[in-house]
């Protein structure tokens, strides 16, 4: 049980295109689900929190015309980037909170951006 | 607020051997406590988690860890490291609803 999925696991886009990331939980509902951004050989850093019908809330420092989240449904939320620029090339890791089970995380396989 | 420390980036240990990967966390209340596993690529796999009550709590893939309050401590360990261990291995201390990543210990196991 609490599995979750990230789509795409890589993507390759020019500067300048928008990319949409898929985070999934699978086998429960996540009232929310949280994003990280993962630099090489480093640990996570919480980008957004998410409510599923609400507006996602934005760590200091992170562009939320930038990094747009929605969370449209107790099992999906997505973020995109938009006008992508080759700064903005990381691992993303998506992660969900089963409503049922206190504090615990479980976290998708990440997705791979890389921007041209 | 809250935050984590693992002393150490990386752990050599020979495979068969013992393993206990430390961190420190600093929260003022009682804190939940969480070791993950990443594999290169990979996002993060739950090993074990500590809420409350017994302070010894076991986990997947044969880990296990140890609260202890006056230390201010989570240690993991395993009494058999297998080659397939070798990984990122990260604690987290959950205050509200979000969680604060030490910054990872490496993992390797020697032949």
């Known amino acids: 049980g609490a599995v979750v999925s990230q789509h795409p696991s890589w993507v390759i886009c020019k500067s300048g295109t928008s990319v949409k990331i898929e985070c999934r939980s699978l086998d429960f509902q996540a009232t929310t689900m949280f994003w990280y951004r993962q630099f090489p050989k480093q640990s996570l850093m919480l980008m957004a929190t998410s409510n599923e019908g609400s507006k996602a809330t934005y760590e200091q420092g992170v562009e939320k015309d930038k990094f747009l989240i929605n969370h449209a449904s107790l099992t999906l939320s997505t973020l995109t980037v938009t006008s992508a620029h080759p700064e903005d090339s990381s691992f993303y890791i998506c992660s969900a909170r089963d409503q049922w089970e206190r504090e615990t995380q479980y976290f998708g396989p990440g997705t791979r951006l890389l921007v041209l | 607020a809250q935050s984590v420390t693992q002393p150490d980036i990386h752990i050599t240990v020979s495979e068969g051997a013992s393993l206990e990967l430390r961190c420190n966390y600093s929260y003022g209340a009682t804190p939940y406590l969480f070791w993950y596993v990443q594999s290169p690529g990979q996002g993060l796999q739950l090993l074990l988690k500590?809420?409350?009550?017994?302070?010894l709590v076991q986990g997947i893939k044969g880990f296990e860890a140890e609260f202890k309050r006056s230390q201010s401590s989570f240690n993991l360990r395993k009494p058999s490291v297998h080659w397939s261990d070798a990984a990122e291995y990260f604690c987290?201390?959950?205050?509200?609803?979000?969680?604060?990543f030490g910054k990872g210990t490496m993992l390797l196991v020697s032949p």
């Open positions: 500590y809420f409350s009550g017994d302070t």
């Open positions: 987290a201390v959950g205050a509200g609803s979000t969680l604060t």
